[in-house]
């Protein structure tokens, strides 16, 4: 599964539309959210089988985002 980073000025993701994805065939899941201050950015890090699926909610539950790309998740 790929990992893919949606960046976005606001917050608001709901549980309820990632749930109905994935009940739909389309797992997404939040891993989690990052926030950076200086520039009031906020990036949040998908579970998803690609960036696709990833924009496909964030369309679906209305919340704006700057981009969406895939990322490496080099967390240890």
């Known amino acids: 599964m790929a990992a893919s980073m949606a960046e976005r000025d606001l917050e608001g993701i709901t549980r ?3 749930q109905r994805m994935t009940a739909g065939g389309r797992a997404v899941r939040r891993i ?3 926030f950076l201050p200086g520039g009031s950015r906020r990036t949040c890090l998908f579970e998803a089988p690609n ?5 496909e909610l964030e369309e679906r539950a209305e919340i704006p985002f700057t981009r969406i790309v895939e990322v490496l998740d080099l967390a240890p």
């Open 16 to 18: 309820e539309t990632g």
């Open 32 to 34: 989690r959210s990052t």
């Open 51 to 55: 960036a696709e699926a990833v924009k």
